[in-house]
């Protein structure tokens, strides 16, 4: 409410959120958590709280009146359509030269993301973040991660036969025809309930293509996990459809955090002050960042040093689909949880997840999101003249991704005598490079803050988001965000509370 004070407030509810709210209050401290999306508790009309991703609706994009599908076209045709504008859970921010997926909701990047839980390798960690304690890392912090995710390996056995898992066997077939290791990935979906949907005993959600713009059945999303257990406490309070629109020193200490409320069409129907000790910035790299890099330059925290906004990266994004011959069909019934990919990261500077196109129909294509070692990096700044934090990425920078990835789809491809797909991302493009899934940065550990999330300029101002990370993390990034803000909230709680 207007004008009440608060000990702790969290800014956003996606993995960093989740961490700092559990932990904060299992420590006795009480939260106030702000999410700009909704809560996504309530089924439509149609009686599911979330729309289909072959057929996207008003609740899927958010405040936008017409879809920005990842793949704009589908065998050469647009596939994109008019909806009505309204705070729906899939956000395409548009920058000058991407365009950055996110998830927008109480549970932030889980309620859209493919729940593809990666650990990176143990000696890939020190490129990722050279400032971190490896070994504690990999002792304490990953496996308390995965566990409080729920992380968990497809039964192999199930895998084998499953006719939903066809597309992934056939990635399997070419990345090892051609020498390329194989590797299975865990996930956050709940394995015996994607077997019920397969026998047809339950609703299906991953059976019938549910992931980009949520699931209503399966996925063990962050209100499943880490925030079902922070309500359990008794001391967090989540408000949905309020944005954050300021973080300055209040008069007699603490900040003071000015509040937007929205209505479903975006709309702010009120405006709102707290008050609050500590804040908690886990808005994801791009929103904690904008409202960073946006402080520091009108003055409300300009104490913030020459970091903020720097250091931010796509993860190396890049997609692609091949075309199969009529004897590698990949299956009709293509299960919307990923669970292997191919890792040519150490010769070739790629991770390629082997990822579905669940379309409901044969289309003899393998798709794959490709996570790759591109070195470029990005800055966030301050535009005065429109009033908004702009972004200098080039779409040209992805090269460096498209020639990672091709030290695997070339040789597949010759191997193989095939072809890449060129009917998925508008005109004839066979890269799918203007778009990322992955941000990372923009306040970077060690830079921007202290070796565990503290701002420098602020006291008692903390990111603990992707933000974070610069710009990399070699693998699909939520485990590690997660582990990140569980050794992070770990250290902060003893030593600044
Ligand atoms: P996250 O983005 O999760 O949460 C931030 C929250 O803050 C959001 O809910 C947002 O609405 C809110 N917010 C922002 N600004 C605010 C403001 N001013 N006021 C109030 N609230 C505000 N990763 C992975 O490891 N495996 C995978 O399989 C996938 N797949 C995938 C698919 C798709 C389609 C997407 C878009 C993303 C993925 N990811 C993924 C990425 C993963 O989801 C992502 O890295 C994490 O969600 C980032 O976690 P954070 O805690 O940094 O922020």
């Given at each position: ?32 958590m ?31 009146t ?52 990666v ?26 991660a995965n ?21 992934a ?20 979906y ?75 069409t ?110 470029n ?13 702009d ?107």
């Open positions: 409410a207007d004008g009440a004070a608060v000990p702790a407030l969290v800014i956003g509810s996606g993995y960093g959120g989740s961490v700092a709210a559990l932990r904060l209050a299992q420590a006795g401290v009480d939260v106030h702000v999410e700009m999306g909704m809560a996504w508790d309530t089924p439509g009309s149609d009686g599911k709280i979330f729309a289909n991703t072959t057929a996207p609706d008003y609740r899927s994009f958010w405040l936008r017409r879809t920005k599908q990842p793949l704009s076209s589908f065998l050469g045709f647009p596939i994109d359509k008019d909806v009505p504008r309204f705070t729906g859970v899939l956000d395409a921010e548009e920058f000058a030269g991407i365009t950055v997926y996110q998830g927008r909701g109480v549970g932030g990047g889980s309620l859209v993301n493919g729940g593809m839980a650990t990176p390798r143990r000696e890939n960690f020190g490129a990722v973040l050279p400032t971190v304690n490896a070994d504690e890392m990999y002792a304490t912090y990953y496996p308390r566990t409080g995710l729920g992380v968990a390996h497809v039964d192999p056995a199930w895998w084998e036969s499953a006719a939903c898992y066809q597309y066997r056939v990635g399997r077939k070419h990345a090892q025809r051609s020498g390329f290791p194989f590797v299975f990935v865990p996930n956050v709940d394995w015996e309930y994607m077997k019920q949907e397969a026998t047809g005993n339950v609703p299906k959600s991953a059976l019938v293509g549910e992931v980009l713009y949520g699931n209503n059945h399966g996925k063990k999303t962050l209100q499943k996990t880490y925030l079902a257990r922070a309500a359990q406490t008794g001391r967090v309070t989540v408000s949905p459809l309020h944005r954050v629109t300021s973080v300055a020193p209040a008069a007699g200490g603490g900040y003071t955090v000015a509040i937007e409320q929205l209505d479903t975006g709309a702010v129907t009120a405006t709102k002050a707290v008050t609050a000790d500590r804040v908690f910035f886990a808005a994801g790299s791009v929103g904690t960042t904008k409202l960073l890099v946006k402080l520091k330059a009108k003055g409300q925290l300009p104490l913030l040093n020459g970091e903020i906004g720097k250091g931010w990266g796509d993860n190396g994004n890049v997609m692609c689909g091949r075309a199969n011959h009529m004897w590698d069909a990949t299956g009709k019934l293509q299960a919307s949880m990923p669970t292997a990919g191919i890792d040519n990261w150490a010769a070739g500077g790629a991770f390629a997840e082997v990822a579905p196109l669940p379309t409901g129909i044969e289309t003899y294509a393998s798709f794959y999101l490709s996570i790759t070692r591109n070195p990096r990005a800055a966030f700044t301050w535009n005065a003249a429109a009033g908004r934090v972004l200098n990425w080039q779409t040209a920078w992805k090269q460096p991704s498209i020639d990672a990835a091709k030290t695997i789809f070339d040789k597949i491809n010759a191997k193989e005598g095939t072809i890449y797909r060129t009917d998925l991302f508008g005109g004839s493009k066979i890269w799918g490079d203007h778009l990322t899934y992955h941000p990372l940065g923009g306040a970077v550990l060690g830079k921007a803050t202290d070796n565990y999330g503290r701002l420098h300029g602020h006291a008692g101002l903390y990111v603990i988001d992707g933000a974070l990370i610069p710009g990399n993390a070699g693998v699909n990034p939520f485990v590690t965000i997660t582990a990140l803000a569980e050794r992070n909230i770990e250290r902060i709680i003893a030593a600044d509370f």
